[in-house]
Structures are given as structure tokens and as C-alpha cells.
């Protein structure tokens, strides 16, 4: 009986025991700093196969795994910016290509995002380059700006997405709203065949440049693209955090001659606020000491750069990033 009894209270000892290093080591998730989690692995949520989001975050995994020590990186092709802020705020992943706009946005809990709790898991990274809005219009339809776009049939971009977000902002900038169009609720590709069918007369498009829907449209079609004055972007700009003025140049379409004065959002990488300072910190730095691998990922990966890592900034920095930009000044 005593030997039984001591063999039962080994037993406990060593069961307890084990609770407590379980406890106390890591998990596959790595652990939880003062200051935030250190994982070993992290997630990053990119976009469809086919867009600039799934190689430059291809590439920025690849530096991480190339040049942070003890982490491991892999991207997941995802459906972009609206997805990507609902992985990140639920701690699914742990950076997200974002459009800064759809950022601010989620962090706020407004336009598409209105009806749900504020997603405040989100911290901004670097913001990477801008995502123009486009107007174009048929060349035959007697618009020349964008006043000129009252009484006319306008693809306003897809429900609920950034695009349709952009045009009702600028249109009221310009004193006009969807009373004053026929507004149709359509993607890059439906609006291109529209305008091209003589459907819809103009079409707002959010996108980098050249975006190949305007492109393959321009071949086919004569258009136009619509310039934004410069008083009208400077309100823009000083309504709208995440508004960035920008030019497409001259060239960038077919019988394009003069260059445009346009607004962009820019795409950006987010980042979850529980992770630990000193690793943004390091993934931070990985990044801007490595742009060229962006570069070679993709050709939108040459706009990325420490000079303008903060243009449009829709989000509070991390403090990790806020201490590599400290650095750096």
C-alpha cells in the first residue's frame, strides 16, 4: 500500500509538473513579451494571385525570413483590403496590404464598416505607394471636368467598395452628389465594358497606374481622363487624411498627351498592435534596408521608400515603427 501510495504521489508530481512547463514555454504562436506578443511565426494577408498586393507581400515575407532572426514569414493570397482589416483586427494575421482609406475607415468604424465596432487592433507600418483614382470619360460625351459629370451616367465603382467611397467624396467636393448623376454600382471591368458599349459615360477607377482595364479600354475606345484642380485638391487632401495628390503623367494611355492632376489613396501595410515593439522594430528595419527585393518583385515595389513611408498615413504608428523612424531622422 505505501509503495502504491508513493508511486500515485510520483505520478502527481510529475503531471503537475508538466502543466507548469506547458505554462511557461511557447507555443506555436511564440510568446507574449512585456509590451506585446513575439511570435516565431507570422502571417501576412496580401490579395487575389493577379494583383500587386500577392508578390510585394511575397516579397516583404521573404525578407523577413531572410534577414529577422528566429522568425519564420508566409503571405496568404486573400480578397484584399476590406478581408485583410477583419484578419488583422482578429488577430488572424499579423501585417495586411491595405488601401489606407479602408484602413481608416475600419479604425474608425465608418463608410463600409458602420455597422460594426471600430477595429482598433490596427497599427500602420509604411504606407508603399499610391492607388490613383482615375476618372475617365468618353471622349464623345462632352465632359471636361468634373461638374461636367451632372446629368451624366457615372460607374461609381462596385457597392461598398473604396472606389465607390473615392467618388462620392470627390464628387462632393466639386458640389455635386448621386442626385445630381444616374450612378451605376459597377467593378473595373464591368465599367470598362460600359464606357466602351456607350452605357455609361464616365467611370471612376481606383487603382495604380497604368491600370490595364484603362489601358485595354483606351486601345479600343477614345477617352478622356478628367483633371482635379488644385484648389479642389488641397480641400480634398485637408477633408481626407489618406488623400495623396499625384500626376499621371502624359503617355501613361493611348492619345494621353498632358499629364493629370489627380488624388490617390495609397497601398500600405498594417500592422496588429498586440505584437511586441522591438520585433516591428526589426521587421521594420528589414524593410527599408532591403526595398530593392520589393523592387524585384514587382515593378510598384520601386515607389516604395523611407522618404514617403509616411504620406497618407490613415493609422497610429506602431511604436515599433515609430522608433525606426525615429532613428532614421
Do not use: W
Request: net charge negative; proline share 3%; charged share 20%.
Amino acid at each position: 500500500m505505501k509503495k502504491s501510495r508513493i508511486i500515485t504521489l510520483l505520478l502527481i508530481s510529475v503531471l503537475l509538473f508538466s502543466l507548469f512547463m506547458v505554462g511557461c514555454g511557447n507555443d506555436d504562436n511564440g510568446e507574449v513579451e512585456e509590451g506585446g506578443e513575439s511570435p516565431d511565426r507570422v502571417a501576412i494577408a496580401t490579395g487575389g494571385t493577379t494583383g500587386v498586393y500577392y508578390p510585394l507581400g511575397g516579397a516583404f515575407a521573404n525578407i523577413i525570413n531572410d534577414y529577422v532572426e528566429g522568425v519564420t514569414a508566409n503571405s496568404e493570397s486573400t480578397g484584399a483590403s476590406v478581408e485583410n482589416v477583419n484578419l488583422l483586427n482578429d488577430g488572424e494575421v499579423d501585417f495586411a496590404m491595405v488601401q489606407n482609406d479602408i484602413s481608416y475607415y475600419a479604425y474608425e468604424g465608418i463608410e463600409m464598416f458602420e455597422a460594426e465596432e471600430p477595429m482598433e487592433n490596427l497599427r500602420g507600418l509604411a504606407t508603399l505607394y499610391p492607388e490613383t483614382i482615375q476618372i475617365v470619360a468618353d471622349a464623345g460625351a462632352g465632359i471636361e471636368s468634373i461638374e461636367d459629370l451632372a446629368g451624366k451616367r457615372v460607374a461609381v465603382g462596385a457597392p461598398g467598395s473604396g472606389t465607390e467611397a473615392n467618388a462620392r467624396q470627390i464628387l462632393a467636393a466639386h458640389g455635386l452628389s448621386y442626385d445630381d448623376i444616374t450612378p451605376d454600382y459597377l467593378s473595373f471591368a464591368e465599367a470598362s465594358d460600359n464606357l466602351r458599349d456607350g452605357h455609361v459615360d464616365a467611370a471612376f477607377v481606383t487603382a495604380g497606374t497604368p491600370t490595364a482595364a484603362i489601358t485595354d479600354l483606351s486601345t479600343q475606345h477614345s477617352v478622356v481622363l478628367l483633371s482635379i484642380s488644385q484648389d479642389k485638391i488641397d480641400e480634398i487632401v485637408s477633408d481626407y487624411p489618406y488623400y495623396a495628390q499625384v500626376e499621371i503623367p502624359a503617355g501613361t494611355y493611348r492619345n494621353q498627351d498632358e499629364s493629370v492632376d489627380a488624388v490617390a489613396v495609397m497601398a500600405m501595410l498594417t500592422v496588429r498592435a498586440e505584437l511586441s515593439d522591438d520585433l516591428v522594430y526589426e521587421i521594420t528595419k528589414a524593410l527599408f534596408e532591403n526595398l530593392s527585393d520589393l523592387e524585384s518583385a514587382h515593378a510598384r515595389g520601386g515607389d516604395v521608400s523611407l522618404e514617403g513611408a509616411l504620406e497618407g498615413m490613415s493609422l497610429e504608428l506602431h511604436p515599433g515603427t515609430q522608433r525606426y523612424f525615429d532613428e532614421m531622422e
